[in-house]
T-cell receptor
Framework: EPEVTQTPSHQVTQMGQEVILRCVPISNHLYFYWYRQILGQKVEFLVSFYNNEISEKSEIFDDQFSVERPDGSNFTLKIRSTKLEDSAMYFCASSGERGNYGYTFGSGTRLTVV | KQEVTQIPAALSVPEGENLVLNCSFT??????LQWFRQDPGKGLTSLLLIQSSQREQTSGRLNASLDKSSGRSTLYIAASQPGDSATYLCAVKGVTGGGNKLTFGTGTQLKVEL
């Protein structure tokens, strides 16, 4: 069964450093997403990406965040200057079409900011 | 703004019991509802996807129902096993907004004891 692949599985970074989280969505999917889950809290939407541009973003997704699809397979989330409160599990997901298709999630990247 | 609530927050049952997990949502304008399983520190595994036009979906010992007009879904687990122990999340894909995002509930933490 096709999978969404995320790397690294765990990243520790110092406050103020830039991090890039990487994802390889399912190859024939068209929508790509980033979600995060702070320990003990709900899974929260960050951003959706379609046709090489952001289609929706949440209030969390401020100027410190950016997304990119640099080639035909990778989808990245960059945090420019990490804060302690950015520590969370970050999930990448993809879906086939708008509307009725379900999501497939990756196994996540645990980001720890120290 | 869509709000998703799951009851109960935690549940502990002996092996073999049938159980029901509840999910409610405030905005009935949805494309679909998806149930996920999350093991501690791990990613999200899709269990069942119910389209807004459907009433239920079944997969093995799992059955999910959807009453869109009342904003409710239930996940029924038959003959529970210790391996079913995990957190179960429901998420709805809303019609409004440009990005097709999922809104998650806080989850039901299930423990099935021998």
């Amino acid at each position: 069964e096709p999978e969404v692949t995320q790397t690294p599985s765990h990243q520790v970074t110092q406050m103020g450093q830039e991090v890039i989280l990487r994802c390889v969505p399912i190859s024939n999917h068209l929508y790509f997403y980033w979600y995060r889950q702070i320990l003990g809290q709900k899974v929260e939407f960050l951003v959706s990406f379609y046709n090489n541009e952001i289609s929706e973003k949440s209030e969390i997704f401020d100027d410190q965040f950016s997304v990119e699809r640099p080639d035909g397979s990778n989808f990245t989330l960059k945090i420019r200057s990490t804060k302690l409160e950015d520590s969370a599990m970050y999930f990448c997901a993809s879906s086939g079409e708008r509307g009725n298709y379900g999501y497939t999630f990756g196994s996540g990247t645990r980001l720890t900011v120290v | 703004k869509q709000e998703v609530t799951q009851i109960p927050a935690a549940l502990s049952v002996p092996e073999g019991e049938n159980l029901v997990l509840n999910c409610s949502f405030t905005d009935s304008a949805i494309y679909n509802l998806q149930w996920f399983r999350q093991d501690p520190g791990k990613g999200l595994t899709s269990l069942l996807l119910i389209q807004s036009s459907q009433r239920e979906q079944t997969s093995g010992r799992l059955n999910a129902s959807l009453d869109k007009s009342s904003g409710r879904s239930t996940l029924y687990i038959a003959a529970s096993q210790p391996g079913d122990s995990a957190t179960y999340l429901c998420a709805v894909k809303g019609v409004t907004g440009g990005g097709n995002k999922l809104t998650f509930g806080t989850g039901t933490q299930l423990k099935v004891e021998l």
